[in-house]
């Protein structure tokens, strides 16, 4: 339980982070975004990071169990999977570029970022 602890803490502070930026700079976000997604080193930096975390978080924290803990599980496996797409086929990000490109799409990306930061903060800190 204390790695599902720690494992929510920290995804809740970048979670946060990220969906507080992206609330308050959505400028700056849609050009790193699009710097992601037209930056063939981006690509791979993305990919090696996420590869690099989702195999660390799925090596300490496989837990199919039936309560919250399972979250953190299937969030390491998608960063895993994700960064392998992005490695193995990096034209993959272009299937997904539409989804930066119009203002409702990032409201839901925010939003989205900020439930999950909220849910993570709750679950590591006041569960």
Sequence with gaps: ???????????????LSVGF????????YKGAFEKL???P???????????????VMV???????NDWRAIITIVAW?????????????QFINDIDFWFKTKRHATYTTMYVLLLGVLFGWLGFFN
């Design 37 to 39: 997604i037209h930056s």
């Design 41 to 55: 080193a981006y690509r791979f930096l993305g990919g090696w990071i996420a590869v690099s975390v989702g195999v």
């Design 59 to 65: 090596q300490y924290h496989n837990l199919w169990v």
């Design 21 to 28: 930026g992206l609330l308050f700079n959505p400028t700056y």
């Design 78 to 90: 998608i960063a895993l999977i994700k960064g392998i797409f992005l490695i193995v086929m990096p």
């Design 1 to 15: 339980m204390e790695t599902s602890i720690l494992i929510a803490r920290i995804l809740a502070v970048v979670y």
